[in-house]
């Protein structure tokens, strides 16, 4: 295998990884992550372009019964790539809502919206009738443009794609280039810059090839010359998905640690929303399920969803309430206070001893009344209360049923003792 080929095996692993990785916020996201679905069909488009061009997939495509399959294959793939991210940017840079004057890039967005449509169709259609009219494919070919240099069937065909790729190579280099410009945060400037430099070299692949082709229609090259300026060219290719696939994900790193911490947070939640889910099954919108079940309910943002279960937590507290003894709470802080490791372990614990003591007082089918004393609250804002029930269902999971049963008979000792 040579270096070529194993950056080629790289270079679609880490497209189809991007894809991937925003393939979730594309398909199930809020209606700002649906418009970028046009984005994540463009990596996902050429991911597969990538792959057919990887040695094993292309040699096993080009030998099969349609000679050269690969070839197809790969353009055709790439064609809806290219329609998809023109449409993205139609989305992006096409809407303008201000009066007046309507700005140079949208009058240049909105001039692609109305033809890119037609002019994909019309490559997809003219490349099929070309690939199987006047394309050589008598012998299977391992490098599609240098095996072909010098024939003009495969020249023709293969400037049709260039010309398509080119162009739309250079309406996205324009319109990123002015989005650089203008941009406000570091790294979606870095992101924009890196993609406009990717698609300069495809305005420049493109160019490059179709010369030579031609060129080589009028003076074929040694066989020596075309396969090295294939690699070269190649290598360049490799070099603008690495650029564009980084530089596409720079602008969505922001998020990658808040996505991180909303799902650290499920994590650590889980155990206590299923427990007070389970005392209450009529609360949550969906019956409590696993981790695994949960961490992948793909239909609903993890933001969305600890929202939900915070308010569901404080919901089925406040059910608690009654059906836990009045001098609960004064218990279950002097435990957390002897057993606590330092001071800012005491609330926490506190309010976990509360829980789990109050969950079996419900469990023994403790009678309603009214409304047991619980802790204040302890966060002035949504991010704040999540934080906290992290941080108590962190000393949930500490608490052995035993041990909160202690804590309510010792309680219920004093409520009896006050009552005496």
Known sequence: MTPLDLAGYLIAGLMTAVALWRMPAALWGDEDDRRRRALWGCYAGFAAALWTKTRVVRIG?????????????KHYTATVAILAILSYIVAIYGQYADAGDVPRHVRFARLIQQVAAKASVATLVLLTVLFFTVVDRSVPSDRFVADHAGQ????????VFYL???????????????????????????????????????????????????????DPPSE????????????SQVVLFAFFAVGASIPALSNVRRRAKLWRAQVRLHALWYELMAAFPDQPFDPPASLVRELTRFGTPADLRIDRWAADIADAVEK???????TLLAAAEATAEATAADRERTGPLTDAY????ALAAHGDGAAPGDAAAVGTQ?????????????????????ITAQRAR???????????????
């Open 61 to 73: 495509l080009n030998d099969s019964s349609v000679t050269d399959l690969s070839v197809l294959i």
């Open 152 to 159: 003009w069937g495969a020249t023709l065909y293969m400037s």
């Open 164 to 218: 398509y790729l080119g162009t739309a190579s250079a309406v996205c280099a324009y319109q990123w280039a002015l989005a650089t410009a203008s941009a406000g945060l570091r790294r979606l400037r870095i992101g924009l810059g890196m993609m406009t430099f990717a698609m300069f070299i495809g305005v420049g692949y493109t160019v490059s090839r179709t010369l030579f082709l031609w060129v080589s229609v009028i």
């Open 224 to 235: 020596a010359f075309a396969l090295d300026f294939d690699e070269i060219t190649e290598a």
């Open 320 to 326: 608690l309430r009654h059906y836990a003894p009045d």
């Open 354 to 357: 509360w829980i789990k003591a």
């Open 378 to 398: 302890h966060a002035t804002d949504q991010d704040g209360e999540v934080a906290w029930l992290v941080r108590v269902a962190a000393a949930y999971r500490t």
């Open 406 to 420: 202690q804590v309510l008979e010792s309680s219920t000792a004093a409520a009896k003792e006050q009552t005496a």
